[in-house]
C-alpha cells in the first residue's frame, strides 16, 4: 500500500531538496523519482497512531495472528516509529480498532 498520493492526512510539501539531490547522486533514480520516493516516505511516517494500529491489525489478521499476539506486536512496533508514539495498553489499542 502507498501512502503518498493516498494519504488525505499529509498536506502537501515539497520534498526536502538536499535529501532528493543525495537521492539522484547516490542511486539511479531520476529527480521526479526521487521525489516520488520522500514524498512517499514522508507520508508514510505521517500517518495517525490510529490509522497505523487499525491498519497493522486488518493485517495481522489476515494472516492469522490472534489479538493477544496482534496487540502485543503492536505495542513493541509502535515504540520503534521514526516519531514514537506514546506507550498504548492493549486496552487503549482495542479502543482504537473496536471503538
Same mark, same amino acid.
Request: no cysteine; net charge negative; glycine share 4%.
Given at each position: 500500500? $502507498? &501512502?503518498?498520493? !493516498?494519504?488525505?492526512?499529509?498536506?502537501?510539501? @515539497?520534498?526536502?531538496?538536499? *535529501?532528493?539531490?543525495? $537521492?539522484?547522486?547516490?542511486? /539511479? *533514480?531520476? /529527480?521526479? !523519482?526521487?521525489?516520488?520516493?520522500?514524498?512517499?516516505?514522508?507520508? &508514510?511516517?505521517? /500517518? @495517525?497512531? !490510529?490509522? #497505523?494500529?487499525?491498519r497493522r491489525h486488518? /493485517?495481522?489478521?489476515? #494472516?492469522?495472528?490472534?489479538?493477544?499476539?496482534? &496487540?502485543?506486536? $503492536?505495542?513493541?512496533?509502535l515504540v520503534h516509529?521514526?516519531?514514537?508514539? @506514546?506507550a498504548l495498553s492493549?486496552?487503549? *489499542?482495542?479502543?482504537?480498532? #473496536?471503538?
Amino acid at each position: 500500500m $502507498l &501512502f503518498g498520493r !493516498e494519504s488525505p492526512t499529509v498536506d502537501a510539501v @515539497p520534498a526536502d531538496r538536499s *535529501l532528493v539531490d543525495h $537521492l539522484v547522486a547516490t542511486t /539511479e *533514480l531520476t /529527480e521526479t !523519482e526521487a521525489a516520488r520516493v520522500v514524498d512517499d516516505v514522508v507520508a &508514510f511516517h505521517a /500517518e @495517525p497512531v !490510529e490509522a #497505523y494500529v487499525r491498519r497493522r491489525h486488518a /493485517e495481522l489478521k489476515t #494472516y492469522g495472528a490472534r489479538n493477544s499476539e496482534i &496487540f502485543a506486536r $503492536l505495542g513493541e512496533e509502535l515504540v520503534h516509529r521514526v516519531v514514537a508514539a @506514546p506507550a498504548l495498553s492493549e486496552r487503549q *489499542l482495542r479502543r482504537i480498532v #473496536y471503538g
